[in-house]
């Protein structure tokens, strides 16, 4: 949250107070309601590897961008080791910003440890036999990302004879897991327990996919709310639902959405792929943001 702050010679940034370890970001990340996640690397760096989500805000360019943070909601601000993360840090609380927190060096947050998972003793058994009767060496953790904050969780095993080199290893209680590079971010929170089927299940409370239920209408929401909006907001904007006609979806897109020369590669190459693959029996999908006011818009929202 932002506050005007009349900041005196005894009010100083103290980092130990933002700064959080790899868990304790990845944890900030997937339970804040409003995570705005900035990356302070060079965009070089930024092109070759960042954070699902991440914005790219070079540390040089960061104090004549401070009108770019949001009011509102938890910024989460990392870089490399060389202290952009704690310049940055500094300059938030001497402009007034107190919900935000920075963890410094971008690799060490692509270490997990088996802390970050909570696997039930039940749960652990099950894996643990399943090794020895598959003749596997690891339990994989998959995850299939359809947006920076929720993704669709499943287990697999590793045969003997498989390499791992290109995989994150760590250990659960002894228990030896991998994950490719891209399934980390959505590693921490993890549960694994055997349900009331007695079946292993494997969930995030705060990061797995919903499955799409309900009216067309309840689908499209929950599309926006659990993957389109997360991905947008990580550049200031978002996506509201303004009606559906015979399939037809119309959009109405606000923030740093609103006016980008860029919205209709969003939209098409973005959001109306998405929606589509989970809803088939949609037609197309609208965007009234520039259309409103014009002759014949696709979608005139009601004024009552």
Same mark, same amino acid.
């Given at each position: 949250?932002?506050?005007?702050?009349?900041?005196?010679?005894?009010?100083?940034?103290?980092?130990?107070? @933002?700064?959080?370890? #790899?868990?304790? @970001?990845?944890? +900030?990340?997937?339970?804040?309601? +409003?995570?705005?996640?900035?990356?302070?690397?060079?965009?070089?760096?930024?092109?070759?590897?960042?954070?699902?989500?991440?914005?790219?805000?070079?540390?040089?360019? &960061?104090?004549?961008?401070?009108?770019?943070?949001?009011?509102?909601?938890?910024?989460?601000?990392?870089?490399?080791?060389?202290?952009?993360?704690?310049? #940055?840090?500094?300059?938030?609380?001497?402009?007034? @910003?107190?919900?935000?927190? @920075?963890?410094?060096?971008?690799?060490?947050?692509?270490?997990?440890?088996?802390?970050?998972?909570?696997?039930?003793?039940?749960?652990?058994?099950?894996?643990?036999?399943?090794?020895?009767?598959?003749?596997?060496?690891?339990?994989?953790? =998959?995850?299939?990302?359809?947006?920076?904050? +929720?993704?669709?969780?499943?287990?697999?095993?590793?045969?003997?004879? =498989?390499?791992?080199?290109?995989? /994150?290893?760590?250990?659960?209680?002894?228990?030896?897991?991998?994950?490719?590079?891209? #399934?980390?971010?959505?590693?921490?929170?993890?549960? /694994? &327990?055997?349900?009331?089927?007695?079946?292993?299940?494997?969930?995030?409370?705060?990061?797995?996919?919903?499955?799409?239920?309900?009216?067309?209408?309840?689908?499209?929401?929950?599309?926006?709310?659990?993957?389109?909006?997360?991905?947008? #907001?990580?550049?200031? %904007?978002?996506?509201?639902?303004?009606?559906?006609?015979?399939?037809?979806?119309?959009?109405?897109?606000?923030?740093?959405?609103? %006016?980008?020369?860029?919205?209709?590669?969003?939209?098409?190459? %973005?959001?109306?792929?998405?929606?589509?693959?989970?809803?088939?029996?949609?037609? %197309?999908?609208?965007?009234?943001?520039?259309?409103?006011?014009?002759?014949?818009?696709?979608?005139?929202?009601?004024?009552?």
């Amino acid at each position: 949250m932002f506050k005007f702050n009349d900041l005196s010679n005894d009010d100083v940034f103290k980092p130990e107070t @933002f700064r959080l370890d #790899a868990r304790a @970001f990845w944890e +900030k990340r997937r339970t804040a309601s +409003k995570p705005y996640v900035f990356d302070l690397r060079s965009p070089e760096d930024y092109e070759a590897g960042h954070l699902p989500g991440a914005q790219n805000l070079p540390v040089e360019q &960061f104090e004549n961008s401070i009108y770019q943070m949001p009011f509102s909601g938890d910024i989460l601000i990392y870089g490399s080791e060389n202290g952009e993360a704690l310049t #940055a840090g500094e300059i938030l609380y001497d402009n007034g @910003f107190d919900t935000f927190w @920075f963890t410094e060096g971008f690799e060490t947050l692509y270490r997990p440890e088996g802390s970050w998972l909570v696997v039930t003793d039940e749960a652990l058994k099950v894996l643990r036999d399943r090794l020895t009767e598959e003749e596997a060496k690891a339990v994989r953790i =998959e995850v299939e990302s359809g947006s920076p904050l +929720k993704g669709s969780y499943a287990v697999a095993y590793v045969p003997d004879g =498989e390499s791992v080199d290109d995989l /994150i290893g760590f250990e659960v209680q002894g228990t030896p897991f991998v994950a490719v590079r891209e #399934a980390v971010p959505f590693l921490e929170g993890t549960e /694994i &327990f055997i349900n009331g089927e007695d079946e292993l299940e494997i969930q995030n409370p705060n990061l797995s996919a919903k499955e799409l239920s309900g009216s067309i209408e309840e689908q499209v929401q929950t599309l926006l709310d659990d993957q389109i909006n997360p991905m947008v #907001a990580g550049h200031g %904007g978002m996506v509201s639902l303004r009606g559906i006609e015979e399939g037809k979806v119309y959009l109405e897109f606000g923030g740093g959405c609103q %006016g980008c020369g860029m919205i209709d590669v969003t939209l098409k190459q %973005g959001v109306e792929v998405m929606l589509k693959d989970h809803i088939p029996d949609l037609v %197309g999908v609208f965007d009234v943001t520039d259309h409103a006011e014009g002759q014949n818009p696709y979608y005139q929202p009601s004024s009552k």
